[in-house]
């Protein structure tokens, strides 16, 4: 038995998994890691610069 580290697209990782199940693979763990728009996103928030919301219907009505 061998484990591997890798690194994927976002959009590629259904595709993946959908290998590993058919070759008898399975995943250990799992890291999920903002792209760079979700991290400047989270500093502005961070900084007092974002908008407060009540629900997801309301951010929904801004965009």
Same mark, same amino acid.
């Given at each position: 038995?061998?484990?591997?580290?890798?690194? #994927? =697209?976002?959009?590629?990782?259904?595709?993946? !998994?959908?290998?590993?199940? !058919?070759?008898? %693979?399975? $995943?250990?763990?799992?890291? *999920? /890691? =903002?792209? &760079? @728009?979700? $991290? !400047? &996103?989270?500093? @502005?928030?961070?900084? +007092?610069? %974002?908008? *407060? /919301? +009540?629900? /997801?219907? @309301?951010?929904?009505? #801004?965009?």
């Amino acid at each position: 038995m061998i484990t591997l580290t890798i690194e #994927l =697209p976002e959009e590629e990782t259904s595709f993946f !998994k959908e290998f590993l199940s !058919k070759i008898h %693979g399975k $995943i250990i763990s799992e890291d *999920r /890691v =903002p792209n &760079a @728009e979700t $991290i !400047k &996103a989270m500093e @502005e928030l961070k900084s +007092g610069k %974002g908008i *407060r /919301v +009540g629900s /997801v219907d @309301e951010l929904m009505k #801004l965009v």
